[in-house]
């Protein structure tokens, strides 16, 4: 021990000997000898002392104390009780002691003689512990299947065989699991295309999952006596259900699904979101063996791998479908994979005149096709895709996460435009959309948005609207076709880029409005 610790040691016993004051001494050996335990440990640490050399004296409370010191720091000393024969022993609280190293000391009181021991260490405290981490997010992988039917209010299909159209106000929980394939369990959302037909008026229908707020996202758009369709990538609610609610008047409903979301494990497949690009367009030849419209019951089997990007072992494409100049009666178009038979399902419903537009997650079929049929009448058929599902196996892609809707953009009321503006898009203009950090989607590591994307209040001409990732070369595709007056919807699925997506309108203006569905990013 060092010198100049033990004689500070010893004035600091002599002065409280002083201060604790001290009878006339007994005629022993004044030798004090004393250990401890332990000889060091955090601020707080009890330690046991035990020694020899300091007799009892029954006309006192205490016959001598034990404490520790420091550079003349003293902390409160305890005292003891010695028996007959001089041995004695208690315990020492170090709470209150700053980390350091101490010097021990035992002053027995009936003899005035002090005994010092070794020293005591006061450990410094570890940091405390780091927070635990949050598990990685799971996300959900894709199944896609052949399209089914499960809601049709004209025939009772999903309503428990009721035949009714869906009133003003009105709610149908549809069951989505364990109907059509779909899983009992493990399922986070499901895509639907949801069709609307036999509406006595304007109105809207809204998709959500059962059990939580209704949003005030809507998700398809209507007119009287207008059939239109909108694919809804759905997040799964109570009790396997998703909740539709039609705004006013009365509507027929129909959703046909077309695959599932998964965050077991099970063998789903990732996603990869590319740059829109077109692979098929009658107009032009584009994808086909001439520029030739598609007749009535007439059917295009379209290679979807081995171009745009998709690779020969993709499970699923997600293809923006547009019919345009169409002739003829009103009809619909109805996509799935080659080789399988054509379901009773439909993804694009259209009249003459005007463009229409709806996305479809096609599985991929028979030599990496897809089968696209044409009801009745004449039109041209465009396919842009928009990304791929990788095979069940691969790890490329990213996982999908689904959001309850939430409106991240409204150019009527300022919401998600830059600065807070109000007013229309114009022509040729374009609108950088922050994604990352709104609606439930995380500020970072998101590859790709789900956006319901709806026009408004257009005065014309007929135009339409196209989302890329922010940054890239604006593609030759399109996402959403539109006429003066019409409110018009359609489901996006787009690359993001540096956390922005980007709008633009061909002519004329629209106020724009996208209500986020989801996003894909890494999960494990």
Not at 231 to 250: H, P, W, Y
Request: aromatic content about 6%.
């Amino acid at each position: 021990m060092k010198k100049r610790n033990v004689i500070t040691a010893l004035a600091a016993t002599a002065m409280m000997l002083q201060i604790i004051g001290v009878g006339p001494a007994l005629a022993v050996d004044p030798e004090v000898k004393f250990t401890f335990t332990p000889i060091s440990g955090l601020a707080g640490t009890k330690v046991d002392f035990r020694g020899t050399g300091c007799p009892h004296d029954a006309a006192r409370t205490s016959d001598g104390v034990f404490l520790l010191t420091a550079d003349g720091r003293s902390g409160q000393p305890v005292g003891f009780v010695s028996v007959a024969d001089g041995t004695f022993s208690g315990q020492y609280d170090t709470a209150g002691l700053s980390p350091g190293a101490y010097t021990t000391l035992v002053s027995c009181l009936t003899t005035n003689v002090s005994g010092v021991g070794e020293p005591f260490t006061v450990a410094v405290p570890p940091p405390p512990p780091a927070p635990p981490v949050p598990p990685a997010p799971v996300g959900s992988t894709y199944s896609a299947i052949a399209p089914v039917r499960v809601l049709d209010t004209r025939d009772g299909t999903g309503a428990g065989g009721v035949v009714k159209a869906v009133g003003p106000d009105g709610v149908v929980e549809l069951k989505v699991t364990g109907v059509a394939g779909v899983p009992t369990s493990g399922v986070t959302a499901v895509a639907l295309n949801v069709t609307a037909t036999n509406a006595s008026a304007n109105s809207h229908l809204k998709v959500w999952p059962t059990g939580s707020p209704q949003p005030d996202a809507s998700n398809l758009n209507f007119s009287s006596g207008a059939t239109i369709p909108n694919l809804v990538i759905a997040r799964v609610g109570t009790d396997g259900k998703v909740s539709l609610r039609n705004n006013g008047g009365t509507v027929d409903v129909i959703a046909d699904v077309q695959g599932w979301y998964s965050d077991t494990g099970t063998a789903g497949s990732r996603y990869v979101p590319v740059n829109p690009q077109r692979i098929l367009d009658t107009r032009d030849g584009t994808g086909v063996n001439s520029a030739t419209q598609v007749g009535p019951s007439g059917t295009i089997e379209l290679g979807v791998t081995g171009v745009a990007g998709v690779p020969q072992d993709a499970t699923a494409v997600v293809l923006n479908m547009t019919v345009d100049q169409a002739t003829g009666p009103e009809s619909y178009i109805t996509v799935w994979p080659s080789g399988a038979a054509m379901p009773t399902a439909s993804n694009l419903n259209f009249t003459e005149g005007p463009a229409s537009t709806n996305l479809v997650i096609a599985r991929v079929g028979a030599s990496g096709k897809v089968a696209v049929y044409n009801h009745m009448g004449s039109p041209d058929v465009i396919a842009d895709v928009q990304g791929w599902f990788a095979a069940p196996a691969s790890t490329v892609g990213s996982a999908y996460f689904p959001t309850n809707p939430a409106r991240i953009l409204d150019s009527r009321t300022g919401t998600g435009t830059p600065g807070g503006a109000i007013g229309q898009l114009g022509t040729d203009g374009t609108i950088d959309i922050t994604v990352v950090g709104a609606g439930g989607v995380p500020s970072s590591g998101v590859s790709a948005v789900v956006l319901n994307v709806t026009v408004t209040d257009s005065p014309g001409p007929d135009s339409y609207i196209t989302l890329f990732p922010a940054g890239t070369a604006r593609p030759v595709a399109s996402n959403l076709n539109y006429s003066a007056g019409e409110t018009v919807p359609n489901l996006v699925i787009v690359r993001v880029n540096d956390g922005k997506v980007s709008m633009f309108n061909h002519v004329g203006s629209t106020n724009v409005i996208a209500d986020v569905q989801g996003w894909f990013g890494p999960g494990s």
